[in-house]
């Protein structure tokens, strides 16, 4: 059996699937990067840990320092660590999903040296009733919050 010898273009789109499912970064400048997270669900707050290829962030930043910076108050996002890793860095903040639309937040970060970071954090978040998405890996639930639309005030509980 030859016949998949033509399928070469097969086997690069399987294991895109399969990296499909984790969290991409892209970097857009010398210190700034898209990380897009994929399928959320509205009404749900996740804890995502990104891993950042030190090809991508300057190993010689001292990472420890970073904060998130309170200008523009961020919504959606909220910064928790960046941490050396064993192949560069490891960035973990929280995502809230508040509206069911694709939805992009930037994140700046600035070390004691003001030096600074930015993520724009991307998610296309899924509304009711839309299933659940398959999480990307590094993505992990932590609260759904009771949604407060009309259609839900006949809700007895379980």
């Given at each position: 059996?030859?016949?998949?010898?033509?399928?070469?273009?097969?086997?690069?789109?399987?294991?895109?699937?399969?990296?499909?499912?984790?969290?991409?970064?892209?970097?857009?400048?010398?210190?700034?990067?898209?990380?897009?997270?994929?399928?959320?669900?509205?009404?749900?707050?996740?804890?995502?840990?990104?891993?950042?290829?030190?090809?991508?962030?300057?190993?010689?930043?001292?990472?420890?320092?970073?904060?998130q910076k309170e200008v523009p108050v961020p919504v959606h996002v909220k910064f928790l660590d960046l941490r050396k890793g064993e192949s560069g860095a490891s960035?973990?903040?929280?995502?809230?999903?508040?509206?069911?639309?694709?939805?992009?937040?930037?994140?700046?970060?600035?070390?004691?040296?003001?030096?600074?970071?930015?993520?724009?954090?991307?998610?296309?978040?899924?509304?009711?009733?839309?299933?659940?998405?398959?999480?990307?890996?590094?993505?992990?639930?932590?609260?759904?919050?009771?949604?407060?639309?009309?259609?839900?005030?006949?809700?007895?509980?379980?």
């Open positions: 059996h030859h016949h998949h010898e033509d399928h070469h273009v097969h086997f690069s789109t399987e294991s895109d699937e399969m990296k499909e499912n984790s969290i991409v970064v892209r970097k857009r400048g010398e210190t700034s990067f898209e990380v897009q997270l994929g399928f959320l669900q509205v009404n749900h707050t996740y804890e995502v840990c990104v891993d950042l290829s030190s090809s991508d962030l300057d190993p010689s930043l001292d990472l420890e320092s970073y904060g960035l973990t903040f929280v995502f809230k999903a508040l509206h069911d639309k694709v939805t992009k937040e930037k994140m700046f970060l600035a070390s004691k040296e003001e030096d600074e970071l930015q993520f724009e954090i991307v998610a296309r978040v899924l509304g009711k009733g839309k299933g659940t998405p398959l999480l990307r890996s590094g993505i992990h639930c932590i609260s759904v919050e009771p949604s407060d639309e009309t259609e839900d005030t006949d809700w007895k509980g379980f």
